[in-house]
């Protein structure tokens, strides 16, 4: 049997003040009930680690070679609980989380400001990558969590759907678009379109299921990001696809963001993160604020776009 840990304590308020009386009020214990714990500690051991005389109270050669041993074990013991109470308080901690770029200079960091202004001792790091190698991170464990759209899923990563949105089309403030009342996806065949790459026109064509193929047939062009996409929108080389989260960005570059009919297609986003991991206090804290936020922003009350102009 081992000693406890209110017997290692019993011995070390014992050695810091030489007096049962004393370390019983410092424990806020009886000094029968810390008499008893020494004794206990006595029987473990099979040795005396207080010598005791009517004069004084004082450790015994073993009991002075534990003292240090068991207040530096109580002092490390202390110290991580404490920790973890600061943790649970929110008063300290580290979320790491993987976003696709265009999410990463959107909505996260409307977020993480956000969030700060609740938590400001939790720190935050946002780690844009790729959409494709978001689950990657997740799962090396270099962050707590990704976000992203739905992808095929493994039973290593687990996904909580965060939100659902509308395609919306993208174009040039003057472009002859923006006088129709409602924009289909044959109307986008008339115009070049700006793709992306890989999974992300792989799956709206699968969506559309034939209804628009000359999306398929002749992009104008297709890019890696749809920041690049954007740009090439607002330069006038035509016009693009994304989603109402990306509103910030279209604004900034004076672009128009009507949502798309004819079919109705909509985008589902995941918060990803590893089967069998728990989150830390402050990233389940981050987790529950993303959801609240989203729930509550504005593109996700009622349709998600703006409506066509008066």
């Not at 810091?16 to 009020?25: D, Q």
């Not at 290593?156 to 919306?168: K, T």
């Not at 089309?169 to 793709?195: C, M, N």
């Not at 992306?196 to 398929?216: I, P, V």
């Amino acid at each position: 049997m081992s000693p406890s840990l209110r017997q290692m304590r019993a011995l070390v308020a014992l050695a810091k003040t030489g007096s049962f009386t004393l370390a019983a009020e410092y424990l806020h214990v009886t000094q029968s009930a810390l008499s008893g714990l020494i004794k206990e500690l006595e029987n473990i051991l099979g040795v005396r680690v207080v010598e005791r005389s009517t004069r004084k109270t004082q450790l015994s050669e073993i009991g002075r070679e534990l003292y240090p041993l068991f207040e530096k074990m109580i002092e490390d013991l202390d110290g991580a609980m404490a920790g973890i109470a600061q943790r649970k308080a929110l008063k300290t901690g580290m979320v790491r989380i993987a976003a696709p770029q265009m999410m990463s200079c959107t909505l996260l960091p409307e977020v993480i400001s956000a969030y700060r202004q609740a938590h400001p001792e939790v720190q935050l790091r946002l780690v844009d990558c790729p959409v494709e190698n978001v689950s990657g991170r997740v799962f090396s464990g270099e962050v707590d969590f990704g976000i992203g759209p739905e992808r095929d899923t493994t039973a290593e990563i687990a996904a909580q759907v965060l939100f659902e949105m509308p395609f919306v089309l993208v174009f040039p403030e003057q472009h002859p678009l923006r006088h129709k009342e409602k924009i289909t996806w044959a109307d986008v065949g008339d115009y070049p379109f700006i793709s992306l790459q890989g999974q992300f026109t792989e799956r709206l064509l699968r969506d559309m299921d034939g209804a628009f193929r000359a999306l398929s047939r002749n992009p104008y062009n297709e890019v890696t990001f749809m920041t690049t996409a954007l740009a090439m929108v607002s330069a006038n080389l035509g016009v693009t696809a994304c989603l109402p989260y990306a509103e910030p960005m279209v604004k900034l570059y004076r672009l128009q963001m009507r949502t798309l009919h004819e079919p109705e297609l909509t985008r589902r986003f995941f918060v990803y993160t590893k089967t069998g991991r728990s989150l830390s206090p402050a990233a389940e804290s981050f987790r529950a604020f993303l959801v609240k936020f989203v729930e509550t922003h504005e593109w996700n009350l009622g349709s998600g776009a703006p409506a066509a102009p008066v």
